[in-house]
């Protein structure tokens, strides 16, 4: 079972269109990250969101945090070719033994046509 | 500029050849992480290190080991490699806490 549940998982838009990516869970996190990933490269976080919430913005892109801290969104207005790439979401659990252990959902494959 | 790197990019082993992988940070991080990324499953994490010489199993361990001599590289051995290990890795560090991971630019690792 997957901790993180991501949606969707591939999304093929043309330019200048709006789109929402999804991050559901049934746990409560104390935060959540969001990153992209373009082809043959690590993931680059764009945004941690802490509060219950909560709604960050980066340019074209707004981030919200659930109220009960289960869920997030990602929203991207306008979309344009330079947006391509795979989305990422990312919360902390921790362990019996202290540890706090990153988990990821499975990616939203996003691709922008010109 | 922080900075995680990766010792190949692009990797063709032969099955059963024993295999290393290095991550180098120098941000002076206690947290380093391996995963593997496959199409469809996401990132998955192998083993971690929240120290010098401390290490612990991560939701995908077996057939691999690791290694964390010092505090700014963390080695993930694959002792035989299969085609089943086929795949993209990703190192990853971070400070202490739930925070954000700063990530390698990966490994495409081909086993033969």
């Known amino acids: 079972t997957q901790l993180l549940e991501q949606s969707p998982q591939f999304l093929s838009i043309q330019e200048g269109e709006n789109l929402t990516v999804y991050c559901n869970s049934s746990?409560?996190?104390?935060?959540l990250q969001w990153y992209r990933q373009e082809p043959g490269e690590g993931p680059v976080l764009l945004v941690t969101?802490?509060?219950?919430?909560e709604v960050k913005k980066l340019k074209r892109l707004t981030f919200q945090f659930g109220d009960a801290r289960k869920d997030s969104s990602l929203h991207i207005t306008a979309a344009q070719p330079g947006d391509t790439g795979l989305y990422l979401c990312?919360?902390?659990?921790?362990?019996?033994?202290?540890?706090?252990?990153?988990?990821f959902g499975r990616g939203t494959s996003l691709i922008v046509h010109p | 500029d922080v900075k995680v790197t990766q010792s190949s990019r692009y990797l063709v082993k032969r099955t059963g050849e024993k295999v290393f992988l290095e991550c180098v940070q120098d941000?002076?991080?206690?947290?380093m992480f391996w995963y593997r990324q496959d199409p469809g499953l996401g990132l998955r994490l192998i083993y971690f290190?929240?120290?010098?010489?401390?290490?612990e199993k991560g939701d995908i361990p077996e057939g691999y080991s690791v290694s964390r001599e010092k505090k700014e590289r963390f080695s993930l051995i694959l002792e035989s490699a299969s085609t089943n290990q086929t795949s993209m890795y990703l190192c990853?560090?971070?400070?202490?806490?739930?925070?954000?991971?700063?990530f390698g630019p990966g490994t495409r690792l081909t086993v033969t």
């Open positions: 990853a560090s971070r400070p202490p806490g739930p925070n954000e991971q700063y």
């Open positions: 746990s409560v996190f104390s935060s």
């Open positions: 969101v802490v509060t219950g919430g």
């Open positions: 990312a919360a902390t659990r921790l362990t019996s033994g202290g540890s706090y252990i990153p988990t």
């Open positions: 941000m002076d991080h206690e947290n």
């Open positions: 290190s929240y120290d010098v010489k401390m290490k």
